[in-house]
């Protein structure tokens, strides 16, 4: 299960990458644009690691606000469950979590 979880993070990470770059090179040339709305899709599904390398590698979107904080604030939050995933943590804060919440009927 593991190894899946790194390959969609890298997949996911590669191909915000990619969408980042490409919105640049359409912004440039006048083009169609990549929704706000697609970018930040792929930042939540594991991909803000890679959305915001792109942001700094190719200085795109980094004043636009708020796509800029949500941004930031999507990296930080994968940053910190990855730390968390690596060092075996977020097992027990999730048995801890379901414990809280009711039995099903």
């Given at each position: 299960?593991?190894?899946?979880?790194?390959?969609?993070?890298?997949?996911?990470?590669?191909?915000?990458?990619?969408?980042?770059?490409?919105?640049?090179?359409?912004?440039?040339?006048?083009?169609?644009?990549?929704?706000?709305?697609?970018?930040l899709?792929?930042?939540?599904?594991?991909?803000?690691?890679?959305?915001?390398?792109?942001?700094?590698?190719?200085?795109?979107?980094?004043r636009?606000?708020?796509?800029?904080?949500?941004?930031?604030?999507?990296?930080?939050?994968?940053?910190?469950?990855?730390?968390?995933?690596?060092?075996?943590?977020?097992?027990?804060?999730?048995?801890?979590?379901?414990?809280y919440?009711?039995?099903?009927?």
């Amino acid at each position: 299960m593991t190894e899946y979880i790194l390959y969609w993070l890298a997949a996911a990470n590669g191909i915000a990458f990619g969408l980042m770059v490409a919105d640049k090179r359409h912004a440039e040339a006048g083009v169609r644009r990549i929704s706000e709305s697609t970018l930040l899709g792929w930042s939540w599904l594991g991909g803000a690691i890679g959305t915001y390398a792109a942001s700094r590698l190719v200085r795109h979107k980094t004043r636009k606000q708020p796509f800029a904080t949500k941004m930031i604030m999507l990296c930080a939050a994968e940053i910190v469950l990855l730390g968390l995933w690596a060092f075996d943590l977020i097992d027990p804060i999730v048995v801890a979590t379901l414990a809280y919440l009711p039995p099903p009927a």
